[in-house]
């Protein structure tokens, strides 16, 4: 058996030298490499051995078929089918390849652009888990457990003390409770509400909520924060209006309006956010003392804000994925 190994390497050098394409190269990659191939062949062969020939042969098989494989590899390297292709085969007057740069999701850049705003107003950026105690998304913001506003908010409880944060105040309090005044601060996140998806609504959206809290905060300064806010967003020339409303945490309360016109609908007032002074027992449950201080909130909703700036009808469009819509921003 080891002449015909001896044989089996002159024959596959006299192969190697007769091959001149790629097609030629493969056939002789079947015949000697190959399922059915000479040294498939002799492997099933060395079954037949004897325990004192087998180690003997199977050394020299191991040694003639790296042999004729590294020679059949730099054959085909030479022919131009390896790793890298030969410099005769590349055509200099062909295209460039192009390649598309990826770029911030809408709500993504929506966001920076509202963080941005506000962070030159002196605010800080704080954030918290989107997995919420009952007690930091409801009770110390002055939601009892009978309390009827908790009919506001449809929930997802994971457990009877624990819900997926309705809104980001839950984040307000954790700062009240490790902080001391004065606090400036913006939280931004992930808020789940249990609806009914439609073009409106969705089981998912992102906030971003405002907190002041110091001695002699004002309505007047929550005004003048967000008008001057919303100037910078929206325009100086947008149309905007408060109007009293109704919110557990803060009192007095309001909303905010904007004058919208879409191209194909028809114009209305659409509620962009919500505000008001920190209720007096939302400080005193984080342990302030809400008699020597006073403080401001407010809260507004991206998907929405990046609607009416972008004119999008649609909230689902924003959570598709669609590559067509997402190119245009």
């Given at each position: 058996?080891?002449?015909?190994?001896?044989?089996t390497t002159e024959n596959?050098?006299?192969?190697?030298?007769?091959?001149?394409?790629?097609?030629?190269?493969?056939?002789?990659?079947?015949?000697?490499?190959?399922?059915?191939?000479?040294?498939?062949?002799?492997?099933?062969?060395?079954?037949?051995?004897?325990?004192?020939?087998?180690?003997?042969?199977?050394?020299e098989l191991n040694i003639v078929k790296n042999t004729c494989q590294k020679k059949f590899d730099e054959t085909k390297s030479n022919l131009g089918g390896g790793q890298k292709s030969s410099a005769n085969n590349l055509d200099?007057?062909?295209?460039?390849?192009?390649?598309?740069?990826?770029?911030?999701?809408?709500?993504?850049?929506?966001?920076?652009?509202?963080?941005?705003?506000?962070?030159?107003?002196?605010?800080?950026?704080?954030?918290?888990?989107?997995?919420?105690?009952?007690?930091n998304n409801f009770e110390k913001l002055n939601f009892p457990a009978d309390h009827p506003a908790r009919d506001m908010q449809d929930t997802f409880f994971v457990t009877p003390d624990f819900v997926m944060r309705t809104h980001t105040s839950p984040v307000q309090v954790r700062l009240m409770q490790k902080t001391k005044p004065p606090i400036r601060a913006i939280m931004p996140g992930?808020?789940?509400?249990?609806?009914?998806?439609?073009?409106?609504?969705y089981c998912l959206f992102h906030q971003l909520e405002g907190l002041y809290v110091d001695t002699d905060v004002t309505f007047a300064e929550l005004k003048g924060t967000l008008v001057a806010f919303i100037?910078?967003?929206?325009?100086?020339?947008?149309?905007?209006?408060?109007r009293p409303s109704f919110f557990p945490f803060t009192e007095p309360s309001a909303e905010v309006d904007i004058w919208w016109e879409p191209s194909n609908g028809k114009a209305r007032w659409l509620e962009v956010l919500g505000c008001g002074m920190v209720d007096p027992n939302v400080l005193e449950n984080v342990g302030i003392d809400s008699e020597k201080y006073t403080g401001y909130a407010f809260g507004m909703g991206v998907e929405r804000t990046a609607m009416f700036k972008y004119g999008i009808n649609d909230i689902r469009i924003l959570f598709d994925n669609d590559k067509r819509f997402l190119k245009q921003f």
């Open positions: 058996m080891l002449d015909q190994l001896k044989q596959f050098n006299t192969d190697l030298q007769n091959v001149s394409d790629a097609k030629q190269l493969e056939d002789l990659r079947i015949k000697y490499f190959g399922k059915k191939g000479v040294f498939k062949d002799f492997s099933d062969k060395l079954r037949d051995l004897s325990k004192e020939e087998k180690p003997l042969v199977g050394k200099l007057t062909l295209p460039g390849k192009t390649f598309e740069l990826g770029s911030k999701h809408i709500l993504t850049q929506t966001l920076d652009e509202m963080k941005s705003i506000f962070q030159t107003l002196g605010f800080s950026t704080y954030e918290g888990p989107e997995l919420e105690s009952d007690e992930k808020v789940y509400r249990n609806e009914a998806v439609s073009y409106k609504s100037k910078q967003f929206y325009g100086e020339k947008v149309k905007f209006r408060f």
